[in-house]
RNA sequence: GCCGCUGUGGUGGAACUGGCAGACACGCACGACUCAAAAUCGUGUGGCCUUACGGCCAUGUCGGUUCGAUUCCGACCAGCGGCACCA
């Protein structure tokens, strides 16, 4: 009798054309809400079921607060760039350039179909010049305001594929695409400095309305530690004099100095010794290019069996003056804390490994006031420290900081490496001339434009480099010949600010007005997938807080609230994969059932941050549902008033406002089954409150009413408190906490006027409460009398 | 190894702040309508015992706190996710 295939058809056409979700342009400071989805990664594959699962939620949120007065901002645009697209280029000889806007557009029909309300005015796509010319202008920013630099760094090179990889690009040491193990290279990289912010970083998400376990993931990425950074001096340094003459070591243990017994270096920084002069010995050298050969593979495989060469240099540990050892081993890293380490075998697992490989020296610490902790075998002396007069070991350790060195606080994040040594991605804006050195493209010829005269197929270099139009160049300040940075940036960076972008996309003068940007932002409400808890919400928050200190902004936060959808998984609980073959094809869903049991469907399966199976069974039932509101709509059988419509609102209300999508379906399904005869007006009430979650089918059964504005601009209902309440409850009636009976009674009455009924009940009786000695009687209001009596 | 999350009927899941465990839906069974089927509507549906009234058991396992625990605490088991030689 409803051909969904139709009314979805009509009324998307009809919405379009009215401009019914347009942004408003002033928004009311107090009631604006910026309601955001991660933008979606452009492939090939087109859209999967997951993707409508977060955008259902924030449609149906949009809708409610349009509906409730609210000025709302809900757009939607393409992340393109990027290595997936890239690659599927280079497997299909098929240029980028032309794929990706083909599959926009597949995108875009796709995500249309279900109905969203997004402003598609506002849309955005990262590989397009003009939103990456402002990508390029903000990396300037931070280059002018000194938060981005080059430097060499070692990268992922597959040998076989000749190209770097991005981490996310390694799988177990390999490469993801040919299998091939992975090597590192070292190449002159551009990075961004993140670890600027990290304290702020840190502490302000504490003022986040986020999921705990993204919060915890952030902080065990940023990786905090307290410690103390301690000199070593060095003995017989043979036969250099410049050289540094003392190794400083970072450890979060400074309690536990006097069982340092030997020190560890890492190979990084015996290669500085050297480059600064050390002779060393030929073991060393041998040592040290081995270990910066070794795959990410290798090392891996390692972890349990350790590897070193000895200095033959030695170290006075300035706790008891003993002549320790130096040793290099690639278990300590060139990149954290000062590369070195005091090694105590006595309570450190790996120095532990390290000491009974090489047979080195493991002496126990024992604090004079408590027991030994974390001690490891019990070899080798033991000593009092004898010094201790900290009370606990936090204290303990302070006081031995502070005595051998100074308190340090040292972090695992490190600084973002945005250059990449491929073709799909937006261009860094910089020139080397022979003679003047690094420049910035000069703004007025932003964007540099990505050129189309390349060969894309990886050769080891960017593929940019061999293209002329791009690479050759004259220097913008002695117009001499010079040459483009051939890299480009990380897709990250695309995505780290276009929630800006939102806000005034099509502006040509700046990334977006100061004006707008105060108008909206931050984001009130962002879904998206917990598998970007650190990168991209790191570096978007990373972002915000550079445009925060550049005073572009006055806010130093870009997402007040987060909520993360869940994956959705195959029919058999597993995850969905081309080769398990339990991929669920959204279209095919669409074309069967429609967009509205679609997303009701998705709403229904469970709470949205759940992992949950699909099951196309399932989706029957809230076929059935739909039909159901369909015949009674239809029927127009109206009743007099009923009192329930007041509970349903603020049921509905509530639980779309917690985000709890499931219940407030099961409420719909709930009041249907329930309520037979209701008012014309209680029906309407219905029909706007399922607005949000079926926008089509609701549309066309308003219109058949009568009305003849689009339901989507109706008012939100009200519920009255006083009429959403029940007034009679049931009182479950218990003895030593076990359920024995229930009695009706009305709602609100006092623990005398309910007991009084209990006596005059025949339960009284039949509990036998008059013969038992009642020791308590604990009553819940409206829930619950239990007496506790002995037996 | 470290950090985090999850565990409830045949299935997806519900249960406010510690107060009727299993809402809602799927599936299944029976019934109505039908020549029949589909669709629809109705009834039932955690397990065990009982003709029945009713009782006992039950939220991964074992313990604790409490008048009362799916909910709080402790230990363990299983599954998932993140990080991983970070001193």
Not at 19 to 24: A, D, L, V
Not at 394 to 404: K, L, Q
Request: net charge negative.
């Amino acid at each position: 009798m409803y051909d969904h295939k139709e009314i979805e058809k009509k009324w998307q056409e009809k919405w379009e054309q009215e401009k019914i979700y347009k942004t408003p342009k002033n928004p009311d400071p107090a009631k604006k809400r910026y309601i955001l989805d991660m933008f979606p990664y452009i492939s090939g594959s087109g859209l999967h079921v997951g993707h409508p699962e977060g955008y259902t939620a924030t449609d149906i949120l949009s809708r409610m607060n349009r509906m409730r007065g609210y000025d709302v901002l809900h757009p939607l645009g393409w992340d393109a760039f990027g290595l997936p697209t890239e690659n599927f280029a280079i497997k299909t000889g098929n240029p980028p350039w032309e794929t990706t806007p083909k599959y926009i557009e597949r995108f875009r029909n796709q995500i249309k179909s279900f109905g969203f309300s997004y402003d598609w005015e506002r849309e955005v796509n990262t590989s397009s010049p003009d939103y990456y010319k402002w990508t390029q202008w903000l990396f300037l920013l931070l280059y002018k305001n000194g938060l981005a630099y080059k430097k060499e760094a070692s990268v992922n090179w597959c040998p076989k594929d000749q190209t770097v990889l991005a981490n996310e690009q390694v799988v177990n040491g390999a490469c993801e695409r040919c299998g091939t193990v992975v090597e590192q290279k070292l190449l002159s990289q551009w990075f961004f400095k993140i670890t600027d912010f990290t304290e702020d970083l840190l502490t302000s998400l504490d003022t986040l309305d986020w999921p705990e376990p993204i919060k915890q993931m952030q902080r065990n990425w940023i990786g905090r530690s307290e410690g103390a950074l301690i000199e070593f001096s060095l003995t017989d340094i043979p036969g250099q004099e410049d050289a540094k003459h003392f190794v400083e070591v970072f450890t979060t243990r400074p309690d536990t100095i006097f069982g340092a017994t030997f020190l560890v270096i890492s190979p990084e920084l015996a290669q500085k010794w050297i480059d600064v002069g050390w002779r060393a010995p030929q073991e060393v050298v041998a040592y040290i290019s081995q270990a910066s050969k070794k795959t990410e593979l290798v090392r891996i495989a390692e972890t349990k069996d350790k590897t070193g060469v000895d200095t033959k240099i030695h170290a006075i540990n300035p706790a008891t003056k003993e002549k320790i050892a130096v040793w290099i081993a690639d278990y300590v890293l060139g990149s954290y804390g000062t590369g070195a380490i005091m090694a105590v075998p006595a309570h450190d697992e790996r120095d532990y490994v390290f000491a009974k490989k090489y047979d080195l020296g493991i002496v126990k610490v024992i604090k004079p006031d408590h027991e030994i902790d974390d001690c490891y075998e019990g070899e080798g002396m033991l000593i009092n420290s004898g010094d201790f007069t900290g009370e606990s070991s936090s204290t303990a350790r302070s006081e031995m900081a502070e005595r051998f060195g100074t308190e340090k606080i040292q972090y695992k994040l490190r600084d973002w490496l945005v250059s990449r040594q491929r073709y799909w991605g937006s261009p860094i804006p910089i020139i080397y001339c022979d003679k003047c050195g690094m420049q910035s493209v000069p703004e007025q010829d932003l964007p540099v434009k990505l050129p189309t005269d390349v060969d894309f197929l990886p050769t080891g270099e960017s593929p940019l480099t061999r293209s002329k139009s791009f690479h050759d160049v004259k220097c913008p300040k002695c117009n001499e010949p010079a040459r483009r940075d051939s890299d480009t940036m990380d897709t990250f960076v695309d995505s780290s600010w276009y929630f800006f972008r939102f806000t005034d996309p099509n502006n040509l003068e700046e990334f977006a007005s100061k004006e707008q940007m105060q108008k909206w932002l931050p984001v009130d409400t962002y879904v998206g997938g917990a598998e970007h808890a650190v990168l991209h919400l790191l570096y978007a928050r990373f972002f915000t807080k550079v445009l925060n200190k550049l005073e572009y902004i006055s806010f130093n936060e870009p997402f007040k609230q987060l909520r993360n959808q869940g994956l959705i998984l195959g029919p058999d609980g597993e995850k969905m994969s081309k080769s398990r073959g339990n991929v669920v094809n959204p279209d095919e869903i669409i074309e069967q059932y429609g967009a509205d049991v679609f997303r009701m469907y998705e709403m229904f399966m469970g709470p949205l941050e759940d992992a949950k199976p699909w099951s196309t069974q399932g989706m029957v039932g809230l076929s059935r549902f739909l039909e159901k509101v369909i015949r009674f709509s239809e029927a127009g059988e109206f009743a007099s008033s009923n009192k329930n419509i007041h509970k349903l609102i603020k049921r509905i209300t509530s639980d779309i406002e917690n985000f709890k999508f499931n219940t407030a379906v099961a409420a719909f399904m709930e009041f249907l089954n329930e309520n037979k005869n209701l008012s014309q007006s209680d029906w309407e009430s219905f029909l706007k409150l399922l607005a949000p979650f079926a926008p089509h089918l609701t549309e066309e059964l308003w219109q058949k009413l009568g009305h003849k504005e689009s339901i989507h601009l109706e008012k939100w209902p009200e519920f009255d408190e006083s009429l959403a309440r029940d007034d009679k409850v049931e009182i479950v009636i218990s003895i030593n906490g076990k359920k024995r009976g229930m009695i009706e009674a009305d709602a609100g009455l006092s623990e005398k006027q309910t007991k009084n009924l209990i006596d005059s009940s025949e339960l009284f009786a039949k509990l036998d409460l008059a013969n038992k000695k009642i020791m308590k009687v604990v009553f819940v209001p409206d829930r619950l009398v239990n007496f506790v009596v002995k037996e």
